[in-house]
């Protein structure tokens, strides 16, 4: 590990000064960061410890919304009475990741920063554009088994590890940020990135912005939502497919959908047009299936993978038909 500065910021004004530096790195829970430090992944000059700063609370929107503070943990959003009765399906989505420990010490902030778990990502003996950007993608041709099938390029073709955030997508959620040149608001489907040319750029936070909170907008899908979890053993694993679907039934009739898939794509994978074929229709297996086809049309697989367009199709019906639970049988 090479060396670095470290500071404790006491105020948001304040880290962002600090962190106002080439290679700085804002620090909480550490969870991913310090473990990437350990492999020499990440080699940050200066890192500045937020912890802290007053962005551990979760508090009502004036809208109806919640406002999940960028330093609340995982654990602390996924037991929060309000979160659990409004938005079951950010707590389920929490809830599939990680271990209680982890999600003891992670941050919501840090969970939607975190990075791949491409294998060749943290093997610094490898080739890896995310890490190294020009020296190659060893994933391609290599051991794909966790890795994207859809929005991949030539250049990268990982996925986004968090469950939490498979379940932002689908609610719509929106990123609080600050940085030097003010506060803005980013929506979640524009928070994360596909790999591109750029594959080293997981998000379109700019240079010096900090993740203040995650806010919820005021419709939580509580009665029809759900988060499926496909993996390689029953916990402490990642997404081999997972799927957030939340709905709002009317009379029989599927009103509004959302489907986002996470262990696809180099971010939580949504596409409104698979998602306008369920509405207006009444709940029913073949449906889900077209919409299926729909949001995975274009699949692309690397061998290790193959088994992933089937899966999560799968995974998609089977989770639309939970989100619509007993009403459905
Ligand atoms: Fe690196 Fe992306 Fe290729 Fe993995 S898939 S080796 S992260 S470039």
């Given at each position: 590990m090479m060396r670095f500065a470290y500071s404790r910021a006491t105020d948001i004004a304040e880290a962002v000064r600090n962190a106002d530096v080439a290679g700085a790195r804002y620090v909480a829970g550490g969870t991913n960061l310090v473990d990437l430090m350990k492999y020499d992944v990440e080699q940050p000059t200066a890192l500045v410890d937020i912890?802290?700063?007053?962005?551990h609370a979760i508090t009502e929107l004036a809208g109806g919304g919640l406002r999940l503070g960028a330093l609340a943990t995982n654990a602390d959003t996924a037991y929060d009475p309000r979160v659990q009765a409004r938005y079951p399906l950010v707590a389920s989505a929490i809830l599939a990741g990680a271990s209680a420990q982890l999600r003891n010490a992670a941050t919501n902030g840090g969970n939607i920063n975190q990075r791949t778990r491409c294998y060749y990502f943290y093997d610094t003996a490898t080739p890896c554009n995310k890490r190294?950007?020009?020296?190659?993608?060893?994933a391609i041709g290599g051991f794909?088994?966790?890795?994207?099938?859809?929005?991949?390029?030539e250049h990268c073709i990982a996925t986004?590890?968090?469950d939490l955030c498979v379940a932002l997508a689908a609610l719509e959620a929106e990123v609080q940020v600050t940085g030097p040149e003010g506060e803005r608001v980013i929506p979640f489907a524009d928070y994360h990135r596909l790999?591109?040319?750029?594959?080293?750029?997981?998000?379109?936070?700019?240079?010096g912005e900090l993740v203040t909170g995650i806010d919820l907008p005021s419709e939580g899908f509580a009665q029809h939502s759900t988060y499926l979890k496909l993996r390689d053993?029953?916990?402490y694993a990642f997404a081999l497919v997972s799927a957030a679907v939340a709905m709002r039934i009317e009379n029989g009739v599927i009103a509004e959908a959302r489907i986002a898939l996470g262990g696809v794509a180099h971010k939580p994978w949504r596409r409104v047009e698979a998602e306008a074929l369920l509405a207006g229709q009444a709940p029913d297996v073949l449906l889900f299936g077209r919409a299926a086809d729909a949001l995975l049309a274009g699949a692309q697989t690397f061998?290790?993978?193959?088994?992933k367009p089937d899966l999560a199709r799968r995974t998609i019906i089977r989770a639309c038909q939970d989100a619509v639970g007993s009403w459905f049988e």
């Open positions: 912890n802290a700063l007053n962005l190294a950007p020009g020296s190659g993608c060893g794909n088994r966790i890795h994207a099938i859809l929005g991949t390029s986004h590890p968090s790999p591109g040319d750029e594959p080293w750029r997981d998000n379109v936070l700019r240079p053993r029953q916990s061998g290790g993978n193959d088994f």
